[in-house]
C-alpha cells in the first residue's frame, strides 16, 4: 500500500488493518494530508483466503488489489521477469534505431551514437534485474544490423563476427559492450554494496530473508526467491571472481576455500602438496611475529602458491582482514573492471583473443591506428582494413554472393584488402595525383 511512496507491511488479518488505518489517520490529522484510497493498492500473498482479502479492502477502503506495471521506470517484480515485460525499453531501443536510420551516417557517427546512446538506454534497468537472455541478444542483433547499415527494407552483410566486435580496441575490436556481461556487471555492484554496508537496511532485510546464519561470499540460497534477489545472485558469481582477502592476521581467512593469493588468474590456492590440517591463514605465520613461516609455506604448497603467498607483504602489527577487490588498484569494485572481468572470460573461453607480447594481449598496430590524427571514420576504415572486413571480391566470393574474385576496376588480380587499396592499378593512380598536394612517401614503400 502505497502513502507518499512508501510501503507498509503487515499480516493479511483484520486486527493488522485496524492498526494500519488508525495509523493512516493518525497521520491525516496531524499533518493535515489526506490519504487517497483510489490512489493505493494492495498486495496479497499467493495463499491468502479470498475472504481475508475482503475484509482487509473494507477495513482500509482500497479497492485496487494489483501494483501497476512500472514503478519509479521499473517493471514492479511480479512473478517472472519475462521479455515482455520489457517491452517498453525494447520499443524506445527501436524508435532512436528508426531516427537514425534515416540519416546518412559513417561508421565513425554510428560507433558513437552506439555507445554514448544504445548501449546506456537500458542501464538503469540492468542495474536492478537480469535481463532475459533472449532480450540481450535481440538487442544486440539490433545494434550489429545498425552497424552495418541494415534494415527491414535493405539487408547487408556482417563482414566480422560480434565476438571481434565486442573486443576492446587495443585487441583488435570496436569496443562494443556485450549487454550480457555489462548487466552481470551493474548487478555485481549491488551485491558489493552489500558487503561493504551490512549495517543498511537493505542488507539486513536482504541477510534476515536469505542468508541469516552465513555470509554472502560463503552461502549456498535457495532457489525460490525473488527476481530482484536472482540478479543479485547472478551479480554476485561475477563478483566472486575479483574479491580477494586482504591479509592482516590471516584469522578470518580459510587457507583452501578463499581468494587471497594476489595475482592475474585463480586467487584460490592451486593444490596442497601435502596433507595438512591447517585451516586458516593465520597458521601459516610464525608465533607472535608478523612474518610468513616460510618453511612451512614451501613445504605445504606447490612453487606457483608458494610464491605467490610469501610475496604477500603483511603489515606491521595484526590487525583485521578485509575483503578488497582485486582488480582495481584501489580495492575498490567498479563497473567498469568487473566487466573487463567478464569479457577476458568469456574471450579465453571462447580462444578469440589476439596473439601478442603484452600480457593484456594489446598490439602495437591498433594502438597506431586509433591514436592516428585523422577523422574517425578513416580510423575505421584502417581498421577494418587490418581486420581483413572490407567488402572486397575476394571476401565476397568467399561468401558466395559474386563469382569471380578478379578485381573489377583492373581486371587483372584477385582484389583482397592489399590489392584494393595498394596494388590496384586506379589506387596507384591515386597516390600518383595525391603527391601533388601531400608529401606521401614513394611509391616504392607501398609496394
Known sequence: MFADDSLLFFKANSQQATVIKNALTLYEQCTGQLLSPAKCSLLFGSHCDETIKGTIKTVLQVQQASFDDKYLGLPTPLGRMKAGRFQALKERFEKRLSEWCEKNLSMGGKEVLIKSVLQALPTYVRSVFRLPASLCEEYMQLIRKFWWGEDQNNRKVHWISWQQLIKPKGQGGIGFRDLKLFNQALLARQAWRLIQYPSSL????????????????????PVDSSETWKGIMHGLELLKKGLIWRISDGSKVKIWRDN???????LKVIGRKTRSRLKWVSDLLLPDRQQWNEELVRNMFYPPDAEGILRIQLPHSPGEDIVAWHYDKSGIFTVRSAYKVALDALL???NTGESSSAPNGERTLWKNIWNTQVPQKVRIFAWRLARDCLATQAKKKRRNIVKSPVCEICGKCEEDGFHATVACTKARALR????????????EIFV
Open 432 to 443: 600518383s595525383e595525391t603527391r601533388i598536394y601531400w608529401n606521401l612517401p614513394p611509391e
Open 202 to 221: 537493505c542488507a539486513q532485510v536482504l541477510k534476515a530473508k536469505y542468508f541469516p546464519s552465513g555470509d554472502l561470499i560463503d552461502t549456498a540460497f
Open 348 to 350: 579465453r573461453s571462447d
Open 260 to 266: 587471497w593469493i594476489p595475482r592475474e588468474h585463480n
